[in-house]
């Protein structure tokens, strides 16, 4: 009898050494949280949180093509390893050939540590988070507001192996911290966010002194109509925007004419000037305290992503360049059809090329008009000219002569990135940010603030 398998690694091998298909690609995602959640200046509930999830992708040969079968689970024990595997090569049995269908990838370095155990996070994290919370919660109530907000840890190792050989591990941790404050009447209410690595470079108690003052600012009301305003976006917002700009700059939609990214006539805008600042879109896997994984784990294939892909290497990449767009997304099979350069997604996004003034600089030299504090549910109104909806939350504040004079009432918006990049006048200094409406699925950005001379309040909404 076999000894049991149990580390990610050797359920890796041991799928691989199971299957009988032509091709067979295997992730075993090791996933670990901690959170801590509080409300009224209390903590109210912790947890830590563990888990297994494997991906088998089976590829089998035919006449007509190379078909794929994808079935993942959670908490697999070494019993129930074959009959995944199995359930993988039957589901490509029964499936049409896969357009994607590609050689899978070879010839990529192993990563050292792929026999390693995985890495896991704990409440240890918070060791030094937590006190400094407690620290604000007793300032917050002297100073009469109430925090409420969570934190949370997540760390996933994800070993991929596959027939061709690969054997690649990435680590990936990921934080959030969201603080809302709230005057006690509930009348007012202010929001910051934070996405970090490892919680040693969040400062609670000056998330806590910038809510304190935007809870002032909300004393005075003044009510405002829809319509167009010069308007700051804090870093936050521009992050929800671009982010959803990237998932829409598919590199095949765009050549079929179905996108933002389509010219008039046929083909793609690659090489058009889309903002007349000198700004810079672009990932990369390596970007000190955004890092991603450095190469593709795709656990299933639509649009520009291929689990025929799997451990293709991924290097930096912009997506726009000092204005110009530069590539558009796509993955072997996309790039093939379109005729454009290979560039998967990559799980970070980071615009700069700013003039390095922070948004407190930017709105002193404000004559007039709004600081916007987030974004909250963001919806997609016209792919063909990127046009979205949403609305503002926690605070929209009147800029007069260069100080916040009061906060004003909430709008639903609509507006295109790609428009905002086109008709904005200033950028300021790039920093890490967390997308508010975005951050359950993408958090690893870093933005500057903008000003738009006319961002399209079309119409007044009564939430906080």
Aim: with cysteine.
């Amino acid at each position: 009898m076999s000894a049991p398998t149990n580390k990610p690694y050797e359920i890796v091998e041991r799928a691989l050494e199971l299957s009988r298909a032509d091709g067979c690609v295997v992730i075993a995602d090791e996933e670990s949280s901690a959170n801590l959640r509080w409300a009224g200046n209390a903590l109210t509930t912790n947890g830590v949180t563990r888990g297994r999830t494997l991906t088998v992708i089976a590829t089998v040969d035919g006449k007509e093509g190379t078909a794929s079968g994808v079935v993942s689970r959670s908490a697999v024990t070494a019993d129930e390893l074959e009959p995944l595997v199995r359930a993988a090569e039957a589901a490509a049995r029964g499936a049409e050939p896969a357009e994607d269908a590609r050689p899978l990838v070879a010839d990529v370095p192993s990563s050292p540590d792929f026999t390693d155990a995985p890495a896991e996070t704990s409440s240890a994290v918070f060791a030094d988070f937590a006190p400094a919370l407690g620290e604000a919660f007793a300032r917050a109530r002297a100073g009469g507001r109430e925090l409420y907000g969570f934190a949370n840890h997540e760390l996933t190792s994800s070993y991929l192996g596959t027939s061709t050989g690969l054997r690649l591990r990435h680590d990936q941790p990921n934080g959030t911290l969201e603080l809302n404050a709230k005057s006690p009447d509930r009348s007012r209410s202010a929001w910051a966010g934070r996405s970090t690595r490892d919680f040693e470079d969040v400062d609670p108690a000056a998330l806590d002194a910038e809510l304190a003052v935007r809870l002032g600012w909300a004393e005075r009301r003044i009510e405002l109509p829809a319509g167009r305003y010069e308007t700051l976006l804090p870093p936050t917002a521009v992050a929800d925007l671009l982010i959803y700009q990237m998932w829409s700059a598919s590199g095949r939609d765009a050549s079929e004419g179905r996108t933002v990214f389509s010219k008039p006539g046929g083909g793609t805008r690659l090489g058009e000037r889309l903002s007349e600042l000198p700004l810079t879109l672009r990932s990369d896997p390596h970007e000190p305290g955004l890092q991603a994984a450095p190469f593709v784990l795709a656990h299933s294939s639509g649009g520009d992503s291929s689990v025929f892909d799997n451990g293709l290497p991924l290097t930096p990449t912009e997506w726009i360049s000092r204005g110009e767009l530069k590539h558009l997304i796509t993955s072997r099979h996309s790039a093939d059809l379109t005729g454009l350069p290979v560039s998967p997604g990559i799980d970070n996004l980071i615009l700069d090329g700013g003039d390095d003034r922070t948004l407190d600089e930017m709105v002193a030299s404000t004559e007039r008009g709004l600081l916007l504090t987030c974004l909250w549910y963001i919806r997609e109104v016209d792919p063909a000219t990127l046009l979205l909806t949403g609305l503002t939350r926690d605070g929209v504040y009147l800029v007069e002569n260069g100080e916040v004079t009061g906060e004003v009432n909430n709008f639903r918006f609509n507006e295109s990135p790609v428009g905002l990049l086109g008709r904005a006048t200033e950028a300021g200094r790039t920093e890490k940010t967390l997308p508010r409406e975005w951050s359950d699925w993408f958090t690893r950005a870093a933005m500057p603030p903008l000003r738009v001379p006319d961002f399209n309040m079309s119409s007044v909404s009564r939430g906080v």
